[in-house]
């Protein structure tokens, strides 16, 4: 029980290092990415029309943290050589922005922003978007590069990747040069767009691959030297993160939790020494808190439903069948205020659910009269749903 605030903390000397929006002093271990980055970026520095790029890799692999370092990179030489051309980045996240119309409206209002004038509000069509955007570009008298982030959340309307990329040959802009950056989870992303919109983009691309445990024990150690106080961590510590992220999935940012969330077990526990055993501690409270944040973005009958089955298992009453769920998902529904969808939206929401992961399905026959059913269960921690739904 505590009664008072620390003065100090038994492992960590500062926790930010350990956070998503962190932005490290050096990017380790990408030096090949970043020098082909370089490679296709430079033609902006001489005034030319710049590259289109897509940055492809799975998640945690480094791509934000890269294009940010290497776009602020450009833009700084720029400003440095003062040979007239000036380098301007401006990004959104296409997974907040689905389609090309939200897309061109994010990014004149973060330019809007940037130059402290007032967000445009609703009621434009895509043209007059686009409009406003060229306007933007216009004004900086320079290159503006356009980072989409999550580009694969445009699917079909990609209609911004084929009118970015020709605003000058249309004499929409006649001062400034647009390139586009485009970053992607998706490797087959470029199959699925439009034969018009290939033409126009002509990108370059970058694979970023996913770090191997050598790698990611280079960026663990940089953190804990900035983050963590000396001499905390057990030899092991640092390669058994290192090793179990390479084997789920290359990711740094997997990585990172697993030793921030290893070094937050022991300090909580009052320790000033970090061991193996915290790690293993660590990949539960990980793995917790993605299948939370997986359950966050589920749809809110996608929430019920889940929970009626959380509510069916802690009764022992799975595995069930539709006609037994349903009751149970409609008192749910209701109780949250809304309307219970039909049978058939419900088997959809449980197949999708059961594609996530966070549902089994169950083939069960019953005997020879009794013809085929399906069954549902539960396949993830009860507890997690109940804690996500009264959040
Ligand atoms: N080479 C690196 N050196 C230092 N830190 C890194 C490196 N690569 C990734 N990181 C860190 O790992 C985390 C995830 O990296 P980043 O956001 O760049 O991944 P991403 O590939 O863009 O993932 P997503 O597709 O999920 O957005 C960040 O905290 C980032 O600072």
């Known amino acids: 029980m505590r009664t008072t605030f620390r003065t100090e903390r038994n492992v960590f000397t500062n926790k930010d290092v350990f956070k998503e929006g962190y932005d490290p002093d050096e990017i380790l271990e990408r030096d090949e990415e970043i020098s082909e980055y370089i490679g296709y970026l430079e033609d902006a520095l001489f005034g030319e029309t710049p590259k289109n790029i897509i940055v492809y890799g799975n998640t945690g692999v480094g791509k934000t943290v890269v294009t940010d370092h290497v776009t602020q990179m450009l833009s ?10 000036d380098i301007h980045v401006v990004k959104v996240n296409c997974g907040h922005h689905t389609s090309s119309y939200q897309a061109a409206v994010a990014l ?23 409009d406003m955007l060229y306007a933007e570009v216009e004004q900086r008298e320079g290159t503006v590069y356009v980072i989409l982030d999550e580009i694969d959340f445009l699917g079909d309307d990609d209609q911004i990747l084929y009118e970015l990329p020709r605003a000058s040959a249309n004499g929409y802009v006649e001062r400034s ?14 199959d699925n767009l439009s034969s018009k919109v290939k033409d126009t983009l002509q990108e370059d691309e970058i694979k970023f691959p996913p770090y191997d445990a050598a790698e990611l024990r280079t960026i663990l150690e940089d953190r804990a030297e900035k983050g963590m106080k000396e001499d905390v961590l057990d030899g092991a510590v640092i390669p058994k993160c290192a090793a179990i992220s390479a084997r789920d999935s290359g990711s740094a940012r997997q990585a990172i939790d697993l ?12 320790r000033d020494a970090v061991g193996e055993t915290d790690v293993d501690e660590a990949v539960t409270r990980v793995e917790r808190g993605r299948l939370k944040d997986g359950i966050r973005d589920l749809t809110a009958h996608g929430k019920h439903i889940l929970l009626s089955l959380a509510r069916a298992y802690g009764r022992q009453e799975t595995p069930l069948r539709l006609k037994e769920l349903l009751p149970i998902y409609e008192r749910v529904a209701r109780g ?34 009794g013809g085929q059913f399906y069954q549902y269960d539960l396949s993830v921690d009860a507890e997690a749903v109940f804690e996500v739904v009264s959040e």
Do not use: C, W
Request: hydrophobic fraction near 30%.
């Open 336 to 369: 949250a205020g809304s309307d219970p969808l039909g049978e058939h939206r419900v088997r959809d929401h449980l197949a999708d659910l059961t594609m996530l992961g966070f549902v089994e399905q169950r083939r069960t026959n019953k005997g020879r009269a």
């Open 259 to 270: 030793l921030r969330e290893a070094g937050n077990v022991a300090d909580a526990d009052g």
């Open 76 to 85: 700084s030489e720029a400003e440095r050589r003062d040979e007239g051309v």
């Open 108 to 130: 004149v209002n973060a330019m809007r922003r940037d130059t402290d004038r007032e967000e445009i509000g609703k009621g434009y069509g895509f043209a007059d978007a686009m």
């Open 177 to 190: 040069h647009v390139g586009v950056i485009g970053i992607s989870n998706d490797y087959t992303y470029r």
